[in-house]
């Protein structure tokens, strides 16, 4: 299966910053999904994004799915951005979902 | 909105005891998958399934089976329950096609003692 790596895995940031996460795979994803859990355990979808850029908010997040990659960038962060976030992606072709070990992420006052 | 239940939120369990993990969505989606999440380790995926009956490992399937009688439910069994299967348990349910996005459920927090 495929492989997902993401960096950084740990972040402490002092709310206000901006940050940029980033996600790489191993081989051609379809469907690849960005998420957020919360401190009591709940995957929320962020974007789905199989190419290009999006932006909700303060959230945005770009593939560049011929070089496997995405990046979620986060603006202003809050405390409530605390948490960990997760790529994710299914294989071309196929419905299994492969998620990366995750980013830590702590926004601090 | 799509709802992703699972039955039991935290479980306190005994070693060698068979357990059931229940999940039912109510969006009719085709795809229902279980994950396990451990500290370092991310979402591994214990076993998925695209249709009622139908089942496919995923990456740790050892110690776990699935049932998927029904299209809405997706149970995971512990046959016998061991205390490196203490974890948290994620459900969750994709529909088939480009541009869906997957659900999940709130998670089962089981401890083997």
């Known amino acids: 299966g495929i492989q997902v790596e993401q960096s950084p895995p740990d972040l402490i940031l002092q709310e206000g910053a901006n940050s940029t996460l980033r996600c790489n795979f191993s081989?051609?994803?379809?469907?690849l999904q960005w998420f957020h859990q919360n401190p009591w355990g709940q995957l929320i979808n962020l974007f789905y994004?199989?190419?290009g850029t999006k932006q909700n908010g303060r959230l945005s997040a770009t593939t560049v799915a011929t070089e496997r990659y995405s990046l979620l960038y986060i603006s202003s962060s809050q405390t409530t951005d605390s948490g960990v976030y997760f790529c994710?992606?299914?294989?071309?072709?196929?419905?299994?979902?492969?998620f990366g070990t995750g980013t830590q992420l702590k926004v601090e006052l | 909105d799509v709802k992703v239940t699972q039955s039991s939120r935290y479980l306190v369990k005994r070693t060698g005891e068979k357990v059931f993990l229940e999940c039912v969505q109510d969006?009719?989606?085709?795809?229902m998958f279980w994950y396990r999440q451990d500290p370092g380790l991310g979402l591994r995926l214990i076993y998925f399934?695209?249709?009622?009956?139908?089942?496919e490992k995923g990456d740790i399937p050892e110690g776990y089976s699935v049932s998927r009688e029904k299209k809405e439910r997706f149970s995971l069994i512990l046959e016998s329950a061991s205390t490196n299967q203490t974890s948290m348990y994620l459900c969750?349910?994709?529909?088939?096609?480009?541009?869906?996005?997957?659900?999940f459920g709130e998670g089962s927090w089981l401890t083997v003692v």
């Open positions: 969006m009719d989606h085709e795809n």
């Open positions: 994710a992606g299914p294989p071309r072709g196929g419905n299994k979902l492969t």
């Open positions: 994004i199989p190419s």
């Open positions: 969750a349910s994709l529909r088939t096609g480009a541009g869906n996005t997957i659900y």
């Open positions: 081989d051609s994803v379809n469907n």
């Open positions: 399934s695209y249709d009622v009956k139908m089942k």
